[in-house]
């Protein structure tokens, strides 16, 4: 049973301490997405990946946070500073190339920044 | 552009009635649309999708939605609710050739015993 695994699953740190996640895909799934999600704000995008280019990270707050695939089974989000206003739930998704392929994702992130 | 709207934040519904949760999008050409669920503390799971073909689509736990294009609609449906439907339901569309989706602000379904 192929499935997103995403790590850690909870993390809280103090402001201003970086933050790395990081996600390992399905296999054989070349689109990877980063998401955020809050009460507030609902469910954002903030990066994504094929072929582990970066297509998309406009959804990202540039001045901190980074994205990047070191290859195909990892990808990392990371936050440098983080601030209280990033403690959200982030998740990873993947996905076969072609628009009409439905994104699996993961268990998600919980990220609280004291 | 491309976007969705879901336009009750909240349905809540007796169980064995049925329930409609519902989405109307707008995009400029032919759509791919999606139905994901999201119980608590959990990712999204994928529920359905309509490409093209049949408008009625069916997908998992007895879910189905129907594609009406004239009315830019694609409304989630289940004949008997459960309890263990209740969860937060995401719609999102994307185009052909399109790299993500567009995701709707979710709708809380509320199956009452």
């Known amino acids: 049973d192929a499935r997103v695994t995403q790590t850690p699953r909870h993390k809280v740190t103090e402001m201003g301490q970086e933050v790395t996640m990081r996600c390992q895909p399905i296999l054989g799934h070349n689109t990877v997405f980063w998401y955020r999600q809050t009460m507030m704000q609902g469910l954002e995008l903030l990066a994504y990946?094929?072929?582990?280019?970066?297509?998309?990270d406009s959804g990202m707050p540039k001045d901190r946070f980074s994205a990047e695939m070191p290859d195909a089974t990892l990808a990392t989000l990371k936050i440098q500073p983080s601030e209280p206003r990033d403690s959200a739930v982030y998740f990873c998704?993947?996905?076969?190339?072609?628009?009409?392929?439905?994104?699996?994702f993961g268990p998600g992130t919980r990220l609280t920044v004291l | 552009a491309q976007s969705v709207a879901q336009p009750e934040d909240q349905v809540n519904v007796a169980e064995g009635n049925p329930l409609t949760v519902k989405c109307t999008y707008s995009v400029s050409g032919n759509p791919y649309l999606f139905w994901y669920v999201q119980y608590p503390n959990r990712g999204l799971q994928f529920l359905l999708k309509y490409i093209t073909g049949d408008n009625l689509v069916k997908g998992s736990y007895g879910f189905e939605a129907e594609f009406n294009k004239s009315q830019t609609s694609f409304h989630l449906k289940k004949p008997s609710a459960l309890v263990s439907d209740s969860a937060l339901y995401f719609c999102?569309?994307?185009?052909?050739?399109?790299?993500?989706?567009?995701f709707g602000t979710g709708t809380r379904l509320t199956v009452i015993p």
């Open positions: 999102a569309v994307t185009l052909t050739g399109a790299n993500n989706l567009f």
């Open positions: 990946f094929r072929n582990r280019a970066p297509l998309d």
């Open positions: 998704a993947s996905a076969r190339e072609a628009s009409y392929n439905e994104q699996f």
